[in-house]
């Protein structure tokens, strides 16, 4: 029922590819819906995928290079004629995916490939499209829908659908415009099928419409299409005339995209990598954050090695350095990341920022006395030394405060100005929270050790 | 166009609700959607709710439960008498929303209810979904749908969608089936309105059907969706027979709660919590990672206790305890959570095991040189200790890869015996590296610094 892509599949293939079998390979290909298709791009060489790709007829041959991922698909575009990407690829996509693709060409490529177009309309739409900001709701919507006029009737309607319908793959709603194609009503195929012929399509029609503008930020249009459950988002203008809409299947995208950039945040990753890709991109991925976490590092010698006196006279200072320092680290990275996902699911509620840092300020506490509590009994029974049980545990409900209240407000006051607030579940606070931390410990347990 | 929820709205609104202004109250929830009201709960008493929420007419009143977050739906249906809940809300709800709500019940509340529905094909739709596992396409799925018989023509097909368009709220596609009820194709709206009125409608349906079992883990569910680009997804049986059909809104339900809860493990907490939960709440949700971090501590504590008097000697050894423990812990959170990025998205790739370790491997080394060069030459430029130097840069380059082949293999372990491969981003992992860091560096500079 769906296809599993194995390696005696692609060696199968290969073999297919390599006696130039135009005949078995097309079959296969027939077998596969545009989504596997792609999936197999990545076990293939470019010249491999070249002859498999140009084989496709041309509604599938868009649709997989839709499929493609963008480095994938950047990659084998570059060794198409622009001719060949025009007629074979552009011609039969969506035009909000053939947007995507022409805007990652370079400048003069863009205009070479735009030439080849044999429908003008598609070039239309396409030029349309590529004026707007990729990460606005223009950015994300496409050109192809059906409008009827609102004094129009349930025949004329359904009349309008059969001469679009072999341009639009699906089609689940019509949109219902006045004479200046100002959005009016949104008409479900359903309500159109059961309605009576004669009826006027706007009396038929939902005119509580959700839409968007096109300049509305993707985040908020992916918002907003999952908080009330929708499939397809009409777009529209600033006065309100209908210029495109977006499918679930681009709003499913962003979300994806948006998780994965937070997740990557929080884990310390720079780039959207995968296991697949080649080692210097995988290591690349990674050396940033790790050489903010070596810098944080040498700091952390420097605040030590201001104590290095007291640390060769008590060397059991030294036991709990690498706790103080996770546990404010993990405290930050907690605190923040609650924020940063309340702010990426727009639920943060009404509290203002004061409350909040007051109500972190009683979570930290809670946390920080049950911690500080069970260090000083483990610590204690464990060394059996006073001053250093009363250093850890002390420096511990202080240190748990601090990355708290720095946790939450950081994000807050990123998001306050328009930077990403998952920034601050990276590496920046974490350092700073670990050093502050081993600050903290130390000159608490200098004072106590030197005096007990 | 869209509601933004105020605290002044809030104030009114309560206001209303005080007065048991009734009129008032029903005409403001009529402006708005399910969605905005179910927003408004959290911000309401539990007897302020009920008394906006019983206002509500049917299908809304159904709608706002569904919208509802699983806990505060939990707390608001212990105020209302079943029959309330079975004729206000469940007669009203989708079959699959019904279900989740009522399986959310103690078990003799649920007899009671269901006893109270009015429509005896809701109350057996209801039955039937509580029998599936609800991490499962069963449990995913709603019974609302049209099924038409292969051999009908199209006329007949429209005349059954009139017959039950107002039972179900969205119809994209009818579903064609045998006289065994095996689903034997799937016919969209487009192509209905477009078809001639006397062809058979599984001439005109798409027989190439992208289906899911009833038993399917929601997991895969939702990769099949979303790489397929599917709006509605058929849920058959193992004969073939159709027995449910899952909306795109349950699946990026389903894609944004796996994202969170991957989130949350890596970044330390352990329920999902937003910023307005209670205290406690957040409390509860942090203690735990924090606890093993305490324990990871003590243990850290322990292996530098054994090294306690080579440290009173060297205390310069103390410097880089933090670097290391850091670095050893951040690099396992990145190896391990491209893997289960990796393994969420289905994107592994066609790769052994052996062949992804050796890879790691390579780029643990890679990374490990680098940062083991320049911590060589910064920290020889800081301190002029030649054993210092020596001992933090040898014992990176090991911390490194042997966090990255830790943090590499855990995940596929524990994804091959079915455990949920995000737990490697947690807390055990990052703790394992730290100590294991920790002694890696203490040994090596234990003999460095006694033999320089």
Avoid at 31 to 41: K, P, R, S, V
Avoid at 256 to 269: F, H, L, P, T, W
Avoid at 392 to 420: C, E, H, K, M, Q
Wanted: charged fraction near 25%; hydrophobic fraction near 50%.
């Amino acid at each position: 029922m769906h296809f599993e892509l194995t390696k005696e599949y692609i060696e199968d293939l290969k073999q297919i590819i390599e006696q130039k079998d135009e005949q078995k390979a097309k079959k296969l290909m027939e077998q596969l819906h545009a989504a596997d298709i792609a999936e197999i791009y990545d076990d293939l060489s470019i010249d491999e995928a070249k002859f498999l790709f140009l084989l496709l007829d041309g509604d599938k041959a868009g649709d997989v290079l839709a499929e493609l991922e963008d480095d994938d698909r950047e990659r084998f575009m570059k060794v198409l004629p622009s001719e060949v990407i025009a007629k074979k690829f552009i011609d039969h996509m969506d035009s909000d995916d053939a947007a995507d693709v022409i805007a990652d060409l370079p400048d003069e490529r863009q205009e070479e490939v735009l030439a080849h177009i044999d429908d003008m309309e598609q070039a239309g739409d396409i030029v349309d499209l590529l004026k707007y900001d990729e990460d606005t709701a223009g950015g994300l919507m496409a050109k192809e829908l059906i409008t009827v006029k609102e004094d129009w009737d349930v025949e004329k309607c359904i009349a309008e659908i059969r001469k679009h319908a072999g341009e639009i793959d699906e089609v689940f709603f019509v949109y219902v415009v006045d004479n200046d194609n100002v959005l009016k009503g949104v008409l479900s195929l359903k309500r159109l099928i059961i309605a009576d012929s004669k009826k006027k399509v706007i009396d038929i029609s939902n005119t509580d419409i959700i839409s968007v503008k096109e300049d509305m930020p993707k985040e908020e249009v992916v918002t907003i299409a999952s908080k009330y459950n929708l499939v397809v988002l009409p777009v529209v203008d600033s006065l309100g005339r209908l210029v495109g809409r977006i499918t679930i299947d681009d709003i499913v995208e962003v979300m994806q995209e948006e998780a994965e950039k937070d997740y990557q945040m929080v884990s310390g990753i720079t780039e959207d990598v995968e296991p697949g890709d080649k080692i210097w991109v995988l290591t690349r991925a990674r050396l940033p954050w790790l050489l903010i976490g070596l810098l944080g590092g040498m700091l952390g010698a420097k605040v030590i090695s201001i104590y290095e006196e007291p640390l060769a006279q008590f060397a059991a200072m030294a036991f709990f350095i690498p706790l103080i320092a996770a546990m404010g680290g993990n405290v930050g990275v907690q605190s923040s990341s609650i924020i940063v996902q309340a702010l990426a699911s727009h639920n943060t509620g009404l509290d203002s920022t004061l409350v909040r840092l007051l109500k972190e300020l009683a979570v930290a506490l809670l946390n920080g006395i049950i911690l500080s509590v069970l260090i000083f009994v483990l610590s204690y029974v464990f060394y059996d030394n006073l001053a250093l049980s009363l250093s850890v545990s002390i420096a511990l409900v202080l240190v748990i405060v601090f990355a708290s209240i720095f946790g939450t407000f950081v994000p807050l006051a990123l998001n306050r100005f328009n930077i990403d607030p998952a920034l601050a579940t990276g590496p920046f606070i974490t350092t700073v929270n670990d050093i502050t931390g081993l600050f903290i410990y130390l000159s608490i347990s200098q004072v106590i050790f030197s005096n007990i």
